[in-house]
């Protein structure tokens, strides 16, 4: 599987922020993992994937799959990468 380099993770995140910003929305993620290891504290040159809460869900999910399709062949995406806050809220509310 291919890594993901600080490089590339900026600019899936800076292309996920346009098409938000297209979308007249504003969206928080919160990276943790080899991603905030990557980008935050240098601690490693690259990550297999990104791993995440955010929100709006649906909007960035969407967005982040078309992403991956943009620049992966289908069987390089990894699958359940992303997680939603809203997600997490609900099993912890339950």
Not at 12 to 38: D, H, P, Q, T, W
Not at 62 to 70: G, L, M, V
Not at 77 to 82: D, E, G, L
């Amino acid at each position: 599987m291919n890594t993901l380099s600080e490089k590339e993770i900026l600019k899936y995140l800076r292309e996920l922020s346009n098409k938000l910003g297209k979308k007249n929305l504003k969206g928080e993620i919160l990276l943790f993992g080899g991603a905030a290891m990557v980008l935050a504290f240098n601690a490693r040159p690259a990550t297999k994937d990104v791993d995440a809460i955010f929100h709006p869900k649906n909007e960035i999910y969407e967005i982040s799959k078309e992403i991956a399709r943009k620049y992966y062949p289908k069987n390089q995406i990894p699958q359940k990468t992303f997680f939603a806050i809203d997600e997490i809220l609900q099993n912890i509310l339950k």
